[in-house]
């Protein structure tokens, strides 16, 4: 079960069956299922006090995912700052697939959202070379998220 809440802020305009139906398909792309699995959106200042009370960072960031999986049964929980997201979509997104996403906001905000079922399905993105391999997932990953021509 995949749960969407916010916290402080709107929350944010996804098709949540395509969403979860896009998560499970990633994580059986890594031999995984998905248990349950909670996102909660907030604003900067929110992440920033998770990211002090839980690790102790202080810093604003995009996503805090916290792991409970077990054996190949993907759960946890994430907050993502949607003002982060958005920060990160004006610098870093110079295009965006139109066939999948309405901007570049909406992309980011996806790469963010599959970032942390790619942490809770084993990958990681702090020590080297693992920033590479991380972006690379989340570039498939985003390639498997349905097209909106396939709605129609």
């Not at 994580?27 to 909670?38: D, E, H, N, P």
């Not at 909406?106 to 599959?114: A, F, G, N, P």
């Not at 809770?120 to 993105?125: A, E, H, K, M, V």
Request: proline fraction near 2%.
């Amino acid at each position: 079960m995949i749960t969407f809440q916010s916290d402080g802020v709107a929350l944010p305009d996804i098709d949540r069956r395509r969403v979860s139906e896009w998560i499970g398909a990633v994580a059986r792309s890594y031999g995984k299922r998905v248990g349950t699995v909670g996102y909660r959106f907030v604003d900067d200042e929110r992440i920033l006090s998770v990211n002090m009370e839980f690790l102790g960072h202080d810093y604003y960031t995009d996503i805090i995912t916290f792991d409970y999986c077990h054996a190949d049964v993907v759960s946890g929980d994430m907050v993502i700052s949607l003002d982060t997201v958005r920060t990160n979509a004006e610098q870093f997104v110079t295009s965006y697939d139109a066939t999948r996403f309405r901007s570049a906001y909406d992309q980011e905000l996806h790469r963010v959202i599959i970032h942390g079922i790619l942490h809770l399905c084993g990958l990681n993105d702090k020590g080297p070379g693992e920033r590479e391999l991380m972006e690379a997932a989340e570039n498939k990953a985003l390639n498997l998220f349905p097209s909106k021509m396939s709605e129609q």
